[in-house]
């Protein structure tokens, strides 16, 4: 099993910065894909940005936002940078990985990021 922990969310004024942490613990494998999804109201959750094999970012926030993790601590981050109202949302920590002979997805309680002036 994996627990996953949100933190970092909150109210910014447009053009502002946040950072979103999340951090692993319990079975962690090192080759896993770890990302950030956000779901605004009324709207189905979307894919921000992963972190595996590769990085991939949403076409909305190209430029904007910065996914990096630390293995050592089992940790992924989101730097949001020049932040904007439709970036408004929760924001979810997802983490797919290979173990015992099988895929397991695991999913963040999310943290709540709101732009607004």
């Known amino acids: 099993q994996v627990q996953l922990v949100e933190s970092g969310g909150g109210l910014v004024q447009p053009g502002g910065s946040l950072r979103l942490s999340c951090a692993a613990s319990g079975t962690i494998v090192s080759t896993n894909t770890m990302g950030w999804y956000r779901q605004a109201p009324g709207k189905q959750r979307e894919l921000v940005a992963t972190?595996?094999?590769?990085?991939n970012y949403a076409d909305s926030v190209k430029g904007r936002f910065t996914i990096s993790r630390d293995n050592a601590k089992n940790t992924v981050y989101l730097q949001m940078n020049n932040l904007k109202p439709e970036d408004t949302a929760v924001y979810y920590c997802?983490?797919?990985?290979?173990?015992?002979?099988?895929?397991?997805?695991?999913w963040g309680q999310g943290t709540q990021v709101t732009v607004s002036s």
């Open positions: 972190s595996g094999g590769s990085t």
């Open positions: 997802k983490v797919d990985q290979w173990y015992a002979w099988r895929w397991s997805t695991y």
